[in-house]
């Protein structure tokens, strides 16, 4: 019986270590990539990032202004590329039909006789008994092994000249309003659902259950619509940050009330009487009691709210014009994914970008996320 407790302990955190692997394993991908450098970025795998990799490339030697006679001899002399990356030539060849016609150090014969040598540094010479005419010089198709290359280049890129890092500014003006009003509101509503008796308390609660259901996108117009009715009489203008921490506000409400109303009602009622003997007012036991204990069910909503309007598109779209003043970051990163769409660096390096605070925000709370997600779920 021992054996079989064993067995079934050992079995259980090997299926919870492969989904911690299976989790972790993109995000550990995507950190990667946003390093890589984009030529080996766009042919290889994250995973072949420390060894390695065989490319095959296209260069251009230089053109017929570069030449130099030497003993009734024309010579074109340099390198294939354009900064050393520790690259080392494999093979090498002059037509597209057979890019590994010759080994380094051979001599490729061409139509007009002239001969031209590719060295593992990529050093070339080409060498011709009549005096060259191409301009551009000419195409060299190679196969070289580069070593594994990382660079700070991709977040210099997608910070300062892709408009990111504005973004991310705009985004965290966005989320932490929009995270702390809903829960600050939501927190004397649900004590006053839980323990304040008044008429129609049922049937409000019953009410904020039933709109659990109801999808974003059908209630999105209308509160758009209420919103510029109201900011028409008010002179606010519809499309800025106070109307997207409303409409964030509104569209939380209903979910931070009832997972708040769930844990309060699983405070000990004992307590709460015994303050109110002590002639406590609903004020005073909601600041110094519920408050306190209820700090794990604040951080719980605190990061499931704040995921949400992190990674929110939709009411960001509609909210919030495409100026570089009020883009959010899931809108920036649509636009880099419409723009920059083969940059592979650019995207990996934006979406990682992106990553950094939910798991920061997380990896802080993280040790009350449960304890106020469970909390209220059994009774004693």
């Known amino acids: 019986m021992k054996f079989k407790l064993n067995l079934s302990s050992i079995f259980s955190q090997l299926l919870l270590l492969f989904f911690v692997i299976l989790w972790i394993t993109p995000t550990f991908g995507l950190l990667i990539s946003s390093f890589r450098d984009k030529d080996q970025l766009a042919i290889s ?21 570069e030449q130099s006679k030497e003993n009734e001899v024309y010579f074109i002399r340099g390198n294939l590329f354009k900064e050393d990356k520790g690259k080392k030539i494999l093979s ?5 039909k057979n890019i590994n016609a010759y080994m ?26 009549n005096e060259f005419k191409k301009k551009k010089g000419r195409r060299i198709f190679i196969t070289a092994k580069s070593p594994p290359s990382f660079t700070l280049d991709n ?31 939501c927190s004397f509503f649900a004590y006053s659902l839980t323990w304040m008796n008044f008429f129609g308390r049922d049937i409000l609660l019953a009410t904020i259950i039933a709109s659990l259901v109801v999808p974003l996108q059908m209630s999105l ?28 506000t509104g569209f939380g409400l209903a979910s931070t009330t009832f997972l708040l109303w769930n844990f309060m009602k699983s405070l000990p ?3 709460l009487e015994a303050a109110k003997v002590d002639g406590a007012s609903h004020y005073d036991t909601f600041v110094r009691i519920v408050i306190p204990l209820s700090i794990p069910a604040f951080a ?25 003043s009020e883009i959010i970051l899931t809108a920036k990163l649509k636009e880099l994914l419409g723009s920059y769409g083969e940059n592979w660096e650019i995207l990996t ?6 990553m950094t605070v939910p798991l920061f925000i997380f990896f802080s709370l993280q040790r009350f996320f449960i304890r106020g997600l469970v909390a209220g779920s059994v009774k004693g």
């Open 221 to 248: 117009i209308p509160i758009l619509t209420i919103y510029n009715d109201l900011g028409a009489l008010f002179n606010i203008e519809a499309k800025s940050f106070p109307g997207i921490w409303m409409a964030h």
């Open 45 to 65: 795998g994250w995973w072949t990032s420390l060894i390695n990799t065989e490319v095959s490339e296209i260069h251009r030697t230089k053109g017929k202004n």
């Open 155 to 185: 977040y210099k890129e997608v910070l300062f000249e892709a408009g990111l890092g504005q973004a991310f500014l705009n985004t965290i003006a966005v989320a932490l309003p929009a995270t702390l009003i809903p829960l600050i509101i």
């Open 349 to 354: 390096t934006g979406a990682f970008i992106s």
């Open 300 to 324: 719980s909503i605190f990061i499931l709210q704040f995921l949400w309007v992190w990674n929110d598109l939709l009411v960001g779209l509609v909210f919030l014009d495409k100026h570089p």
């Open 92 to 96: 090498f060849g002059v037509t597209s």
């Open 269 to 271: 009622n004992e307590m």
């Open 104 to 129: 380094v150090g051979e001599k490729a014969v061409l139509k007009d006789k002239s001969e031209i040598v590719v060295f593992e540094n990529g050093d070339y010479e080409w060498r011709s008994e």
